[in-house]
């Protein structure tokens, strides 16, 4: 059977490496299928091209999974709208958060086979076996489809606890020279990056989180050091981009890696996502001696009322205080700062930007966007109780229609009032950072010039 799986254009001149859908690969070339993948996102394939190519070929499936968000809704449909155009159509699997939290919306208006919910590696394959043997499709958990004009969607699947177990991603079929050159902060030019999951889930629920499946499931060091050796050496990696939701997800677990990878005799640097109240002198010592460079944190924001009703399970000064922690240590922190949420106001938004200029240290732009309620979320749900969102379809099609404009507005402020102080907001940000550029040039043209420094090497785009 041939499976196509398509990694979507993301507007990207070198794209993210389409974690999800190499896992997938894995697990299905695992069980005999015959898998490709189709490269819009390095290529920048027009949708016809891809109607052209089903037309060509004979694919008996075709699958795209993508997050939620007004950029991949609107790509997606006009996937499934080449798709569906093609000669000789496959069966059409959607998966990912997007789709996920509300199928029978996503299955009438992409015309799509079947939704794919939540984890996808074991259920995809119990889908496929079934359907194409005959089966009873209701007998699959973590599915939704029409049938006979009537819609199903049978009980969820619980998350795969032994994550070790699932194969390594399906890298051989990816086009590893392009994803390899994404740049991270504080890396440097001459390095090739990959993703590497250390785990999956959260351990926390805040309000805004789309994340489906509770809980957090680590994977083993000996595991992750595996994938990280067969990077090193066969794709010349020198720097891992920890791209979980939460590598940092206690004190004992984030020092117990950084052990094995100091002792697992492979160089490279890395980044991760972390927590702020983990950020400890001890924890980031390690992490610094062990090779990270950049820690990326979800502050969200600098109030402590607004920390609470985001359920973020952190406050101001456990903020305060991680951030100097990791900036003592050597590491660079990655401060997000969403506005918006429920109880906010003028003053959270300006301790928000007051925090971002004080502890910049320039590895990175850092802007101020609005909260996005996505269905599944709390958020979400709060918005439609309010008749502030009728439903899914009100969401993607006029709603949602860009990430940094409000599709509701929780805080205390009037829209217009909103826009206004996030206009101020992030023109200082902006103005900050376009100044320190200013300045490093000035002071190259002075050592060049002036001190005659011979390293320099031309005035280049970073």
């Known amino acids: 059977m041939r499976v196509l799986l398509i990694a979507y254009d993301n507007d990207s001149f070198v794209s993210c490496f389409p974690q999800g859908l190499a896992y997938i690969a894995s697990t299905l070339r695992h069980k005999g299928y015959d898998v490709e993948i189709y490269n819009q996102d390095v290529y920048h394939y027009p949708e016809e091209h891809l109607t052209n190519y089903l037309d060509r070929e004979r694919f008996d499936v075709v699958g795209i999974g993508a997050c939620g968000g007004y950029y991949q ?5 006009a996937l499934c709208r080449a798709i569906n155009s093609s000669k000789n159509r496959p069966l059409v699997m959607l998966g990912g958060h997007l789709p996920s939290p509300e199928p029978e919306f ?38 939704a489809f029409f049938e006979n004009g009537s ?10 606890i032994d994550v070790d177990a ?38 926390f629920k805040c309000n805004f989180c789309y994340r489906m499946d509770e809980g957090f499931r680590p994977r ?3 595991s992750i050091l595996q994938e990280i050796e067969i990077l090193v050496k066969k794709y010349c990696v020198s720097f891992i981009d920890f791209s979980d939701e939460l590598l940092m997800s206690s004190p004992e677990r ?3 890696l950084c052990e094995a990878f100091l002792s697992s005799g492979l160089h490279f640097k890395w980044d991760c996502n972390g927590r702020l109240n983990y950020a400890r002198p001890e924890v980031l010592k390690l992490m610094k001696k062990a090779g990270c460079v950049f820690i990326n944190y979800g502050i969200e924001s600098v109030d402590d009322v607004a920390l609470k009703n985001m359920r973020k399970n952190l406050s101001v000064n456990q903020i305060i205080e991680g951030v100097e922690n990791t900036l003592q240590a050597g590491i660079s922190p990655g401060l997000n700062i969403i506005f918006g949420n429920i109880g906010e106001n003028h003053s959270s938004l300006e301790n928000g930007v007051n925090l971002l200029l004080k502890y910049d240290d320039h590895a990175q732009l850092r802007t101020i966007r609005p909260v996005t309620p996505y269905p599944g979320t709390e958020l979400y749900n709060l918005a439609v109780s309010k008749g502030l969102i009728k439903n899914c379809e009100d969401f ?33 940000l902006l103005d900050h950072y376009h100044s320190y550029r200013n300045k490093q040039q000035q002071e ?5 010039y002036i001190e005659k420094d011979a390293s320099f090497r031309g005035f280049r785009q970073n």
């Open 166 to 203: 699932i194969p390594f991603p399906a890298w051989d079929i990816f086009p590893m020279d392009h994803y390899t050159l994404l740049r991270m902060p504080n890396i440097r030019n001459n390095q090739r990056c990959m993703s590497v999951l250390s785990g999956r889930g959260c351990p």
């Open 106 to 143: 996503f299955l009438r208006k992409m015309e799509a086979d079947v939704v794919i919910i939540g984890e996808g590696e074991e259920t995809v394959v119990d889908y496929l076996m079934t359907k194409f043997n005959g089966g009873d499709l209701k007998n699959v958990a973590g599915i």
């Open 396 to 428: 993607y099609e006029n709603k949602h229609i860009n990430s940094d404009l409000f599709t509701v507005n929780f805080s205390d402020l009037s829209d217009d009032e909103a826009y206004a102080a996030l206009y101020d907001a992030n023109e200082r």
């Open 151 to 160: 819609f199903h969607q049978t009980k969820r699947r619980p998350p795969i």
């Open 220 to 222: 083993s060091a000996e």
């Open 73 to 77: 809704y609107r790509k997606v449909l």
């Open 254 to 256: 984030t020092q117990s």
């Open 444 to 448: 190259t043209l002075r050592k060049l």
